[in-house]
């Protein structure tokens, strides 16, 4: 059941041809779009699906970014590449490392944005959150990102780019010819939950995780990709078509009413609707959970009751429930639950028979955590107009 309240997409993608002299930047081109543009630039048809075949390995399997090291292609073909195409990703603008090893980057996308992307690690495995907008047109009012404006939607080129980004930053590209299997990653995982609301992007979040899937490319399996919507319905079913990862949800709420206040998305498809909507996912098995995401906000939606009235919500879809301490940021209306409350809480949902992991904050010293970044877009306008100043289009 919905409501009529409206939830506006002002969103735009910038086109695929980057202001880089005309050039098409490759990088997150799906195969089948790669191969138009090679032939679009004079590539034999017969030869187009091969040459893909060996570029993608070179981008993506072994992190090359200068056509004129593909080796196994000719000198002249390298040559056209690099006159025609380009092999663009964001660009670093700054880099903090937390006392806890998490890293939090900065980095630049065309048009001068800047978005956040975060890399944590763990002792098995390290876990990159992956940014799909500018900001955020959703106003969820406990999260920083929420409360900014300016949104660009990214391309697939920026999205599946962080990955690589970090990939470049953690040393972890195989030597070009060889495939490195078995080991244990240091970018093993990938959870959509940076800035922004992945299902309001789709095509792109879907190009680029394909391409971070490709058993030729990143090969990190689909289980090891987790996309946080905050309830966007009608998207939910292609999300298990079309991508195949798994998915969370924040929920946060156990009733409309303090739901509509906590994630306003909820005026359009209410708990009712998104609940019909997960109960029908196409992949959900007990080995393939459900995560729904609470954030634990001190005297909003953490009582005994609460807990209680989700875990009866919940019932018969496999689910783990990821509580989560709010970090609260400059200005927030909310405090974080105490710890005690937190544990209560957990305990009932333990009680009925689902997994309650309480997430450990990571990175608080560099403000890397969950619901957090925004201050990228701070910087983003401030540079900006620098930017505009340079270009002389404020006289
Ligand atoms: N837009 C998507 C994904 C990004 S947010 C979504 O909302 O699901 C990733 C997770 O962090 C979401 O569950 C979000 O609700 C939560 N979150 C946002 N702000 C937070 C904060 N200040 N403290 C704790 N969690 C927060
Ligand atoms: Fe957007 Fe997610 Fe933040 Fe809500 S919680 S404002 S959907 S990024």
């Known amino acids: 059941m919905t409501t009529s309240a409206p939830i506006t997409q002002d969103v735009h993608t910038i086109p695929r041809k980057l202001p880089t002299g005309g050039k098409t930047n490759l990088v997150g081109l799906t195969r089948e779009a790669m191969r138009d543009a090679l032939i679009e630039a004079g590539a034999p048809e017969k030869q187009a699906k091969m040459r893909v075949g060996q570029i993608w390995q070179w981008i993506y ?25 380009t092999l663009e990703i964001p660009e670093v603008v700054s880099k903090q490392v937390s006392t806890d090893g998490t890293r939090k980057y900065l980095v630049r996308i065309a048009g001068g944005h800047e ?45 599946v780019g962080q990955i690589m980004m970090a990939r470049d930053d953690l040393d972890e590209w195989p030597t070009p010819g060889t495939r490195v299997q078995g080991e244990v990653r240091l970018l093993s995982n990938i959870v959509l ?101 609470y954030v634990m906000l001190n005297g909003v939606n953490d009582s005994k009751e609460d807990a209680h009235r989700l875990v009866e919500l919940i ?36 009680d009925a028979g689902y ?20 201050s990228a877009t701070e910087r983003e306008r401030k540079s900006r107009k620098q930017i505009e100043a340079e270009a002389g289009l404020n006289d």
């Open 61 to 85: 399997q072994w992190g090359v970014r200068d056509f004129h090291a593909m080796t196994n292609l000719s000198k002249a073909f390298r040559a056209e590449l690099d006159e025609k195409f």
């Open 193 to 293: 939950m940076g800035m922004g609301e992945p299902l309001y992007n789709f095509e792109n979040v879907r190009d680029a995780m394909n391409i971070a899937m490709d058993p030729e490319g990143i090969s990190l399996s689909r289980r090891r990709i987790t996309l946080s919507t905050s309830g966007v319905v009608p998207e939910i079913a292609r999300t298990a078509q079309e991508i195949g990862c798994l998915l969370a949800v924040s929920f946060h709420a156990t009733t409309d009413e303090v739901r509509d206040k906590l994630v306003p998305i909820n005026k359009r498809w209410n708990i009712e609707a998104l609940l019909e909507a997960l109960r029908a996912y196409p992949r959900v098995s007990n080995s393939e959970r459900i995560t729904f995401e």
């Open 115 to 159: 978005v956040e992307v975060v890399y944590i690690p763990e002792t098995d495995r390290g876990t990159l959150c992956v940014s799909s907008q500018v900001g955020c047109t959703l106003t969820c009012s406990f999260c920083h990102t929420g409360t900014q404006k300016l949104v660009r939607n990214l391309t697939a080129g920026e999205i």
């Open 355 to 374: 997994a309650s992991p309480i997430r450990r904050p990571r990175g608080e010293d560099i403000f890397a955590a969950c619901g957090q970044l925004k």
């Open 315 to 350: 019932k018969g879809i496999p689910a783990k429930i990821n509580l989560i301490p709010f970090n609260e940021w400059p200005g927030a209306p909310y405090t974080r639950s105490s710890n005690n409350r937190i544990h209560a809480f957990a305990d009932i949902i333990h």
